[in-house]
């Protein structure tokens, strides 16, 4: 048991993750413990923006057709045992997530560039091969034929900014997803002018469009644990879209 001298010196130290972060963050201690390591699996609770709450330990997060959802393994169903109910909920209507007893996980949680020694290797054929097919969902799922390509020779050595890019190109998608949504200019512009989307590395985040190309500038690709801001990428994408 963590003595509070303890706990106290773990909260002084203790990053902040976002929401989205420390879910994913989650979901790989659940793929170290499937993988046969000595790890604890904590309860959490999510808060909806409904304020609903939800219990149960994170199985996996993911983004198939580009909707990024979080799978729960909720142990306390009412007059259910053995407890093998699962739960689908929408990343993007949680609030908050509150980990119980994380003094469990007090190592996990504290370690600001978490990656296992077996994390896959990312190359840049599996960049491609991603790419591929994310816009191939996400071009039938919208009715679209946009193209996506990356700006190569601006890409960072190394494989954090692979990996990071796989995370930046689903970023991306999942924001214009939204823009399409909301039905605004953006969207008639979007579905009406844009025919590709190129992602490049800059010392700056930020959008242009040019000659029916999205340029979308993605800063710090190479940074260990990179989090990609949704929200950020989004309000670029709308601002150079409402300048045409």
């Known amino acids: 048991m963590m003595s ?4 106290n010196g773990f909260l002084a130290t203790l990053p902040v993750r ?3 972060a ?9 793929a170290q413990y499937n ?3 000595k790890v604890s699996l904590p309860l959490v609770q999510v808060t909806l923006s409904s304020g609903q709450q939800l219990e149960g330990y994170v199985v996996a997060v993911d983004s198939p057709r580009n909707e990024e959802t979080l799978v729960l393994h909720s142990p306390r169903g009412e ?6 109910d699962l739960i689908y909920v929408r990343t993007n209507a949680i609030m908050s997530v509150s980990i119980l007893d994380a003094h469990t996980i007090a190592k996990f949680l504290n370690d600001k560039a978490h990656i296992p020694a077996e994390q ?5 054929i599996d960049v491609k091969r991603f790419i591929a097919q994310y816009m191939d969902d996400f071009n039938t799922l919208k009715k679209l034929n946009l193209t996506c390509d990356i700006d190569w020779d601006t890409i960072p050595a190394g494989a954090s900014a692979l990996r990071n890019l796989k995370e930046e190109v689903a970023t991306v998608l999942d924001a214009l997803t939204e823009i399409m949504d909301e039905e605004d200019k953006g969207y008639e512009v979007l579905t009406s002018s844009v025919c590709g989307i190129i992602l490049k590395s800059h010392e700056h985040s930020g959008a242009a469009f040019e000659e029916g190309t999205l340029t979308i500038l993605c800063p710090y690709l190479d940074a260990p644990r990179r989090i990609s801001d949704r929200e950020g990428i989004k309000r670029a994408i709308e601002e150079a879209l409402q300048a045409v």
């Open 4 to 7: 509070q001298h303890e706990w």
């Open 18 to 20: 976002t929401v989205n």
């Open 22 to 30: 420390i879910l994913s963050d989650l979901a790989m201690l659940r």
């Open 35 to 37: 993988a046969g390591r």
């Open 79 to 84: 007059h259910r045992f053995p407890h093998y």
């Open 120 to 124: 896959e290797i990312v190359t840049r």
